[in-house]
């Protein structure tokens, strides 16, 4: 079956360095990957969509990559700040179009 | 905006009770689904429409009824209550998608629902 994986554990980063999330797929290759951020409380928020051939995407301090080789997709977000820790999300559709979706990291950025 | 709008936020119900879950959207989304998120687990599609009139099924099913008579709404319902249902509930709606063309979702604040 098609399963996304991503850290379980939390990560946490010191304030102004670069916090990197990582995204795993398995028995699939997806055109597409997308990235959300979620807040306690509240729905996912849709931050970056990727495709597969577009290697890199980048949105201010957001980054993320697409390996189609290593079926890996990387979430940067550089220079962090306290406001950035959220649980982030990814997700990309399955062979019947509907998204699946990884558990989510939790990102905790220390002043 | 009101964007997707969740209601009701929280809810207690019994074992073996009934009830209804409402979720609307006013972007004209053709597209809109209902997921349920539980502690270590990746959202999971419950049910879905592609637009008014059609609906299907995701990945779990059971339990659960949707309908979809407007663009605006997709009520979920819960049949008859179990505590495997207590789960956070999240509706969500996009653009309608291809494979030329992925779209964002959209999500409302969720349901938080306990069965006792």
């Known amino acids: 079956s098609q399963k996304i994986e991503q850290n379980s554990e939390a990560l946490n980063i010191q304030e102004g360095k670069t916090a990197t999330l990582t995204c795993n797929y398995t028995n699939y290759s997806p055109a597409y990957l997308q990235w959300y951020r979620q807040d306690p409380g509240r729905g996912p928020v849709f931050l970056l969509l990727?495709?597969?051939n577009e290697k890199e995407k980048r949105k201010e301090r957001l980054k993320v990559t697409f390996d189609t080789t290593l079926k890996q997709s990387l979430f940067h977000i550089t220079a962090s700040q306290p406001a950035d820790s959220a649980t982030y999300l990814c997700a990309h559709r399955d062979s019947n179009y509907q998204l699946i979706w990884g558990a989510g990291t939790k990102l905790i950025i220390k002043p | 905006n009101a964007g997707v709008t969740q209601t009701p936020k929280f809810q207690v119900l019994k074992t073996g009770q009934s009830m209804t879950l409402q979720c609307a959207q006013d972007m004209n989304h053709e597209y809109m689904s209902w997921y349920r998120q539980d502690p270590g687990m990746g959202l999971r599609l419950i049910h879905y429409?592609?637009?008014?009139?059609?609906?299907d099924q995701g990945e779990v099913p059971n339990g659960y009824n949707v309908s979809r008579s407007t663009t605006e709404d997709f009520p979920l319902r819960l049949l008859s209550a179990a505590p495997s249902q207590t789960s956070v509930y999240f509706c969500a709606s996009s653009r309608a998608y291809s494979r030329g063309a992925d779209q964002p979702q959209h999500f409302g604040d969720g349901t938080r629902l306990s069965i006792l």
């Open positions: 429409s592609v637009g008014a009139g059609i609906t």
């Open positions: 990727i495709r597969e």
